[in-house]
């Protein structure tokens, strides 16, 4: 059988220092786990642009749809702040999210031990918190037609439609009940309900797929607004919560933040399944191309590499080695290794990218 495949695009900034660190970790499990992938590096955002003129080239579109997964580092940076919109760092990745048309995004937000003061949340909040924010990625209110800004009488009108159809929400809710079965099997989604048609539909469809397909996963439905609450009153109350893409937007960063570093947060992006069953696939952290420290070394990649531990889990079936990963960067972070954005109050020494990586690494190692 062939090797699965990995497209890697490392773009700019920070993201090839990063995802340096993740090739050494996939070389790893390759020499060490039986597990090698087949890879291919390409360019994305700024990088592509200098080469081709464009934030994507048709050939690493094609790559990417013929891949198994796509691992992506960050784009973007101030040398292109000028360019016009249609070729800006964004556009090559917006693209891949459109033609791979990736309608389930994944927002873990995990607090290790390690790090629970790093929350501005009470530590014992949420120390061991481990939810999943599963938003709703190409439909809702940032894509629904009518949109615009328009003459009405002598004042203009800013207008956004907030539209799903039955299937959109169907599929979103299937992903979400898929994942909750690898995790706590409960879901709760959120929506406006009380004042939104959408949310009302929204809430038929969800319970509707449930119990026709999913009724072993415990589903509850949760305002949107009491959600925002619950999540720093209580957030442990979670597993999988399901939302749109609105809500959803809002929602992942604020549990984002309750764990602390932008440098630690991954996220993977899933379409439908090919008949081999894994579903279209990107990687790729939360964080951006931080053009501030970008070439000196000091950008954190776990990030990246536990975008990678997911690739393992919802791309390959290799939960367990996903877990392995996950250890290992628990088990570092215990250990006090820190780069710069993980450096507390009481200061210390920071390491540096390849160092983490290093760490990592061993901790691996150990794990055999
Ligand atoms: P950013 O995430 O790049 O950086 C915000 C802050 O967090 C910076 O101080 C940065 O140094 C720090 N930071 C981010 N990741 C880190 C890491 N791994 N380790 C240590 N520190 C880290 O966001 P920004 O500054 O608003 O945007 C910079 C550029 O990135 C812009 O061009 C923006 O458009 C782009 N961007 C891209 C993506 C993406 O590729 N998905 C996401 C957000 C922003």
Redesign the pocket.
């Known amino acids: 059988m062939a090797n699965p495949s990995l497209l890697i695009l490392a773009?700019d900034?920070?993201g090839p220092e990063?995802m340096g660190q993740v090739t050494r970790i996939i070389d790893w499990y390759g020499a060490n786990r039986d597990m090698a992938f087949d890879v291919e590096h390409d360019l994305v955002g700024g990088a592509a642009y200098d080469k081709h003129g464009t934030p994507l080239h048709d050939d690493t579109m094609a790559k990417a749809l013929a891949a198994d997964a796509v691992l992506l580092g960050?784009?973007?940076?101030p040398k292109y702040d000028d360019l016009d919109f249609s070729v800006k760092?964004?556009r090559g990745?917006l693209r891949l999210r459109k033609e791979m048309d990736l309608f389930s995004n994944l927002r873990p937000a995990q607090c290790f031990d390690a790090l629970a003061d790093f929350s501005s949340l009470k530590k014992d909040i949420v120390a061991g918190l481990d939810i999943m924010i599963v938003r709703e990625l190409t439909s809702g209110v940032y894509f629904g037609e009518p949109r615009g800004i328009f003459k009405e009488g002598n004042e203009r009108v800013g207008i956004n439609t907030q539209r799903y159809t039955e299937s959109e929400i169907d599929r979103v809710a299937r992903s979400a009940f898929e994942l909750a079965r690898r995790r706590g099997n409960k879901v709760c989604s959120m929506e406006k309900a009380n004042v939104m048609e959408s949310g009302i539909l929204w809430r038929e469809v969800v319970q509707k797929v449930h119990d026709t397909d999913y009724p072993d996963v415990e589903l509850t439905h949760m305002y949107a607004d009491n959600g925002a609450m619950q999540l720093v009153r209580a957030p442990k109350q979670f597993d999988v919560i399901l939302t749109d893409n609105l809500f959803g937007d809002i929602l992942s960063d604020c549990a984002a933040m309750l764990t602390g570093s932008?440098?630690m947060l991954p996220s993977a992006s899933l379409g439908a399944p090919n008949v081999d069953g894994r579903p279209k696939a990107l990687y790729?952290?939360v964080?951006?191309?931080?053009?501030?420290?970008a070439g000196q070394g000091?950008?954190?990649p776990i990030?990246c590499i536990l975008s990678f531990a997911m690739a393992l889990r919802y791309s390959f079936d290799q939960g367990d080695e996903a877990t392995r990963l996950e250890q290992a960067v628990e088990k570092v972070l215990a250990d006090g290794a820190r780069?710069?954005?993980l450096m507390g109050e009481e200061g210390g020494t920071p390491i540096s990218t390849t160092e983490m990586g290093d760490a990592i690494l061993a901790a691996l190692d150990a794990s055999l």
């Open positions: 773009g900034g920070i990063v960050a784009v973007g940076g760092p964004e990745l932008l440098g790729e952290p964080h951006g191309s931080a053009p501030d420290i000091k950008a954190n990030a780069t710069a954005d």
